[in-house]
C-alpha cells in the first residue's frame, strides 16, 4: 500500500500516522518529494482501511499495490481451482452448462426441462424455488415445494441440482442441493455469505448489478473466510445507461478475473441480455471468453406457446446452441469431460 | 398498461393474449393501427408481470401508465406522510437532522458525540452498531453492545437513535431503537423488508447504489405491505462513472421522489460524497431542493487528531453548518419544530 | 407513437394538442381510460419531437412505436448492407479484421507492421494519423505526413487504409483514405458527420463512450441522410464504473445492433480492454457474439521492447489469434473471402 | 506520479523504463518493496503518457500525484478566477443568471424573453441559435439569423448574450456574442476548443454527459493553453441508469471543482432534470452548493400555451425563483454585483 502525504502538513499529524501505521505491524519506507512524501507500507495490508486513510486531512492518495483479497487471489494460489459438483468439474479446462427454467412450477414441468436439457448436453439443473421479486405483490416462487420437485429432477436425470437461497432461516432445506446460488441482490447480503461459507457445499456467487469485480471477489473471500473454497464466480450483467438490453453483460470480466483468481467464472447470458434471440449469441461470445461455463433458461411449456419469445430458450434452440458450443471448446482449449 | 402488438402476430398467438388479460381481471381496450395495435388495459395492473408480457414474441414495447407501487403512491395518498419518531416529525413542513458517529466505539464516544450535536441542534442521534463491511477482516462493530450504548446515550440526551440492522435474526436487539435503518446494500434484501415491515417502528430505507428511484418505492411498498407505513427514503448517492467523490449524489431525486410519493425524504452527504469539506455545501444544496432531512456524520475523538479529514465532520464544523441550515429553512418552508 | 395523457387536463390543452398533431400530417387514434387517454399517432412521426411532448403538462408518456431512424433501420431495410472496401466485403458473411499500430510513427514502422498483419491474415490496415488526446499536452500525432505514410504502406502491401479524421478542414486530406473513422469523441459531432456522410466513402463510426445504441444509429442516419450508406458500426466500449477494464466492452450490442439495423457491426477489443492480455479472447468473444469484424492494435517496434505490455498486440500474438479466428469462424457462418 | 514495478521483471526492461523516465527530465526516486519496487517520478509531469506506462508489462499501476492540467490548477493559482463579461463579474463571491428560450425563435419573442427575465434580475441572456440534434430530421436552429436576433435583444435590454458554436468555420459569426458555449456534445471537440481559445473571449464549457470532472479541466486547459484563461465551467447533468430525470445533476461536482480548480462553475438545472417542475429546487439546491451562477431555460410564447410543462420554466415561474435565490446568496456568502 502506497500512502502520498502532503508535506505541508504538522509534523504531529505526520509523525501520529507514521505511528499509527506501525502499531498495525507494518513497515514503513518513506520517500520524501519536493511537494509530497510517498510511504511505502511493507507487511500484510489486507486489514488496513483504505477508506480511513484515504479521507486524512493530510493524505493525498492511497493506492494499494497488494489486493485486499488473499483466498480468491491468483497470486497466493496460482493454481485453477477445479470445482467438483457431484461428479461434474468446472474450472481449468473444465466447462459445465446449467440448464433449466426461470422458476419451479410443478413436477410435471420440472422434470420434462430436465429430461430436454439432459438430451440436448446440459450437465447440471438449475430452478428457482425462491424467488426475489422486486415487487411484493410479484409471485415469489413454490419455497420449499420447489425445492423438493428439483431434487425428485435429480433423481430422474442425475443431473446435480443449482438453485437460489435468499433467507439465511431456509438453509436447512438446501441439504440435497449441489449447489447453493447467491443472487446478485445478495452478492453483499453478508450474514448470506457467512452462512452458506459454513455449509461447505458449492457456491455459485453472481455479480451484483452495480458491484465492481473486485467487490464480487471480497463477497468471495467472504465464503472462503469460513473454510469454503468451493466457490463459482458468475457474471450476468451491469446497469448501465444502455436500455436495449436489459443490463450490459460485462464479457471483459472473464480475462480480468481469470488473471486476478483461480476460482471458476461462468455467464448468465439470459439475465443479462433479457430476450432470448440474443442468448445464443452471448453463449458462443462467453465461450470465446475463456469462461468456464453457461447457466442458461430453458423452459417447455406447451400451453404457453405463445411465451416464445421470452428470455428463456425453447428445448429446440437449446439443442442448437448446444451444437455450436462442442464445435467452439476445443479452440479454447475446453471440454465438457469430468465426470 | 399499455402493449404494442406487432400486426403480423399470428391470430391464436393475440387471441391467447387478450384471453390471458382478461383472466387477469383487466379490461382491454383495442386501437389498431398500420402496421401495430395498441392494447390499453383498463383495471388494476399493478399485479401483472410486466417482463413476462415484455418477452412475449409478439410484442414490441410494454409501458405501465399506472406505477407499480400503491402504498408508496402520492396518486392515491396525496398528504405528505409525516414519521413521528419519538415526538420528532418529519416530512411536510419538518425538517429534522440526524447527527452522529460512523461506528459507536465507547461509552465516552458516542455519549459526547451525542451531547455535541445536541447542542449544535441536531434532533436525532446516529451511530452503527452493526457495520456491513466490503471486507470479511475488517471490524463489523460492537454489535449488541453497540445498541446498549446508543440506548444509554438516548438516556442521557432524549436524542431518539437511528442504527441499522443486517440479519434478520438481531431484530429482538432493536426494541428500544427508534429508528431501525435499512442500508443501501440491503435496500433488496426483500427477507429483511418483511421482517422490519412487521415491526411497525419508523424505518429509515436507503437507496441502494446502483437502484432506480421506482425500485427504492417498491422496497418501501414490501415495508408497507406489511401494514407499517412509517417509511423515511434516504439518498446517500449513486455509482457512476466519476471518481472525485466517492459516489454521485442524486440530488435531483429530492423533487422526483416529492413527485411521485408522500413519504419524507432525507439526505446523506457524508456517505455520499466520502470528503468531510463537501458535507457541509452538500448539506445546504439538499436543505435547497426541498428535502425532509439530513443525516450526517460528526465524530470527536481527541486522539485520532490526524482523522480531522475523515468523511466526518468535527463537532465545531457541524455547529456552523447548522447556523447556516437555520437560516436556510425559512426560504424553502421548512422547520425543526415538532415536539 | 403512443401519446398518454392525464383526463384531468382541461379540454382546450387537449384541443391544443391533437390539433397541433394532425397539423404535422398525422393521424391520431384515440383510446380513453378511466384517468387517462391514449393518443395513437400514425403516420411518419420520425420528425415528431419526442422531447417536446413529453414535456407538456398534460402528457403522462410518450412512446415510440416506429424507431426515429429510417435509412439505418433494418425494418425498412431487411437485407444485410454489404459495405465495400477496394473490394473487401464487410457485413452479410463476409468478416474482416483491420489491424494496425495506434498511431503512424514513420514509414519504416508503419510499413513493418503493414507486412506483418498481412502475413498474418489482415485484410485492412488501421493507423493514426490525427489524434485526439485528452491533453492539449500530448502527442497529437503526425497528421498529414501520417497519411502519407499510410498511403504508402497501401502501395506496398495492397492494404486499403483506415484512419480517423477530427476537423472538417482537413478532409482533402483523406482522398487517397479508403476508410474514414469518427472517433468515440466525435459521434455527435454533427457537423462532422455531414461532412462526411458527403464524401460517399466507407465511413467506420465508433460508438460514444457514453452513447445508447439508438444514439449510434442516429448518427449513422446523419451520414445516410446525405446519401452515404456505407456506414460500418463500430463498438469500441461504453464507460461504467467498472475500472479493472479501461471500458466496459458491451458485446450485447452486436446481436441488438443486428434486430435493429441492417449495417455492419465491427469490435474495437484494444481500446475497449486497453490490455493487451484481454485483446485475444474478447476478439474470440466477439466472433462469437456474431459480429462482422475486428480493429486490432498491433505494433512492432524493436526499440521499445518494454512496451509488450501495452493494449497493442506484437505481431506473434496477432498470428496466434489470427489462427484461432480462422478456425472460429465457420461455426458462425462467416468468412473472409470478398475480393 | 508513482509507478509501482513488479519485481519479478526482467532487469533490463527495468532499466529501459528508468533511462526513458529520466530522458524526459525527471528525476526518479526508487524505493524497493517485498514483490514490488515503487518509482517516485519528481519534475514536470504533466507531459507524461500514463495510459502509456500503464500498459507495460512490468508494471503493476501508475498513479498521478500532481494533477495532469496546470492552468486551471488552483495549486498554481489559488485565487478565484472571476469573468468579467461586459461588465457582470462571475466568480469568487459574485453569483449571475443565465436566462433564455432553447431555441432563438423570432425577434418578438427572444426580446419577450430578454425584457422578462430583465425584469426579474436574470444578468444575462441565453438562446439557441445553432442547435446540436440527435435527428438530422429534427430543427437545428435558426444559425445566423438567430445570432442577429440574440444581437437585437442585447441591443434592446443591456444583457450580454450566450450561445452555442458547433462548427469552427462559424466563428465569425460570433464576434459580437458575449460568451461562446461549447455544448456537452463538443467538449472533447479539441479542435474546437483550440479556436475558441483563440478567441479570448469568455467560454461557457459544459461538462459532457459521460465525462469526469478531471476530463473536464483537461478540456478546460485546452482553451487555456491558447492563452484564454476567461472559462467558466457548467455542470448540466451526466448521464446514469436513473431514469425519473433526464440526466443526473452531478451537485457534487461543485465542492469538487472549486477544492481542484479557480475557475467559475454555474449550473444548468433545466437540461439535467429535463422537467421544468424540478428546475426550482435545483436551483436553490445549487445555490446551497456554492455555484458561481446557473443557467435556466425561459420561455414566453402565449400560442403555445399548451406547452407550459416544458423543462423551461414561464416568467412568472422565474421571477418567483429569483426572488428566493436573492434570499438565499447572502447564506452562502455571494451576491449579484459586479456592474
Known amino acids: 500500500m502506497i500512502i502520498v502525504v502532503k508535506n505541508a502538513c504538522e509534523k504531529s499529524q505526520y509523525d501520529n500516522l507514521v505511528e499509527w501505521i506501525k502499531d498495525l505491524g507494518l513497515d514503513v519506507h518513506v520517500s520524501r518529494g519536493e511537494t509530497s512524501t510517498v510511504l511505502g507500507l511493507v507487511g500484510d495490508t489486507s486489514r488496513v482501511d483504505i477508506d480511513l486513510i484515504s479521507s486524512l486531512d493530510i493524505v493525498e492518495q492511497v493506492k494499494r499495490v497488494q489486493e485486499p483479497y488473499k483466498n480468491a487471489n491468483r497470486k497466493f494460489n496460482p493454481t485453477d481451482t477445479i470445482v467438483n459438483v457431484g461428479g461434474r468439474k468446472i474450472g481449468g479446462n473444465f466447462f459445465q452448462v446449467v440448464a433449466g427454467p426461470c422458476s419451479v412450477e410443478s413436477e410435471e414441468q420440472?422434470?420434462?426441462?430436465?429430461?430436454?436439457?439432459?438430451?440436448?448436453?446440459?450437465?447440471?439443473?438449475?430452478?428457482?424455488?425462491?424467488?426475489?421479486?422486486?415487487?411484493?405483490?410479484?409471485?415469489?416462487?413454490?419455497?420449499?415445494?420447489?425445492?423438493?420437485?428439483?431434487?425428485?429432477?435429480?433423481?430422474?436425470?442425475?443431473?446435480?441440482?443449482?438453485?437460489?437461497?435468499?433467507?439465511?432461516?431456509?438453509?436447512?432445506?438446501?441439504?440435497?442441493?449441489?449447489?447453493?446460488?447467491?443472487?446478485?441482490?445478495?452478492?453483499?447480503?453478508?450474514?448470506?455469505?457467512?452462512?452458506?461459507?459454513?455449509?461447505?457445499?458449492?457456491?455459485?456467487?453472481?455479480?451484483?448489478?452495480?458491484?465492481?469485480?473486485?467487490?464480487?471477489?471480497?463477497?468471495?473471500?467472504?465464503?472462503?473466510?469460513?473454510?469454503?473454497?468451493?466457490?463459482?464466480?458468475?457474471?450476468?450483467?451491469?446497469?448501465?445507461?444502455?436500455?436495449?438490453?436489459?443490463?450490459?453483460?460485462?464479457?471483459?470480466?472473464?480475462?480480468?478475473?481469470?488473471?486476478?483468481?483461480?476460482?471458476?467464472?461462468?455467464?448468465?447470458?439470459?439475465?443479462?441480455?433479457?430476450i432470448a434471440k440474443y442468448v445464443s449469441p452471448m453463449s458462443l461470445a462467453s465461450v470465446g471468453s475463456g469462461a468456464d461455463g453457461l447457466i442458461i433458461e430453458v423452459h417447455n411449456d406447451p400451453k404457453k406457446a405463445w411465451c416464445d419469445g421470452a428470455q428463456s430458450l425453447n428445448p429446440a434452440q437449446f439443442d442448437e446452441l448446444m451444437g455450436k458450443i462442442k464445435l467452439m471448446l476445443p479452440i479454447v482449449g475446453k471440454n465438457f469431460d469430468g465426470e
Chains 1, 2, 3, 4 share one sequence.
Open 110 to 274: 420440472i422434470i420434462a426441462v430436465a429430461n430436454a436439457v439432459k438430451a440436448s448436453g446440459a450437465t447440471m439443473l438449475r430452478g428457482g424455488a425462491f424467488k426475489p421479486r422486486t415487487s411484493p405483490y410479484a409471485f415469489q416462487g413454490l419455497k420449499g415445494t420447489g425445492i423438493e420437485l428439483l431434487i425428485k429432477a435429480k433423481k430422474e436425470t442425475g443431473l446435480p441440482i443449482v438453485t437460489e437461497l435468499l433467507n439465511i432461516n431456509d438453509i436447512d432445506l438446501f441439504n440435497e442441493v449441489d449447489v447453493i446460488q447467491i443472487g446478485a441482490r445478495n452478492m453483499q447480503n453478508f450474514e448470506l455469505l457467512k452462512e452458506v461459507g459454513k455449509t461447505g457445499k458449492p457456491i455459485l456467487l453472481k455479480r451484483g448489478l452495480a458491484n465492481t469485480l473486485q467487490e464480487l471477489l471480497m463477497s468471495a473471500e467472504y465464503i472462503m473466510a469460513e473454510g469454503n473454497n468451493q466457490v463459482i464466480l458468475c457474471e450476468r450483467g451491469i446497469r448501465t445507461f444502455e436500455t436495449m438490453t436489459r443490463n450490459t453483460l460485462d464479457l471483459s470480466a472473464v480475462p480480468a478475473l481469470k488473471d486476478k483468481t483461480h476460482l471458476p467464472i461462468i455467464i448468465d447470458p439470459s439475465h443479462s441480455t433479457g
